[in-house]
Nanobody, 116 residues
């Protein structure tokens, strides 16, 4: 079992930056794939970025070149560095973990609002 807790969300102006963190409690963190997903009002949850246990990353086309996912196995933490934020990035961001897709474990989410 893995418990995930996100932090780092908030209100930011267009063009600004935020870094989301997701701390995991439980075993086998280093063996899991990790991901960040988001859900905007009235829309389905979508993949933002994912990193495998071996460090391979994938990104949604909408965030390529602006967002970076990384993991620190020593700290049981996964990060999402977000740059050049746009209003359309506004959503609740969730981290997830697991051995297979779809991921098994999910956090409660953190709100990111991009607005002037």
């Amino acid at each position: 079992q893995v418990q995930l807790v996100e932090s780092g969300g908030g209100l930011v102006q267009p063009g600004g930056s935020l870094r989301l963190s997701c701390a995991a409690a439980g075993s086998s963190f280093q063996r899991y794939g990790l991901g960040w997903y988001r859900q905007a009002p009235g829309k389905q949850r979508e993949l933002v970025a994912r990193v495998s246990s071996g460090g391979t990353t994938i990104y949604a086309d909408s965030v390529k070149g602006r967002f970076t996912i990384s993991r620190d196995n020593a700290k049981n933490t996964v990060y999402l560095q977000m740059e050049s934020l746009k209003p359309e990035d506004t959503a609740v961001y969730y981290c997830a973990a697991g051995s297979t897709i779809p991921f098994t474990f999910w956090g409660q989410g953190t709100q990111v609002t991009v607005s002037s």
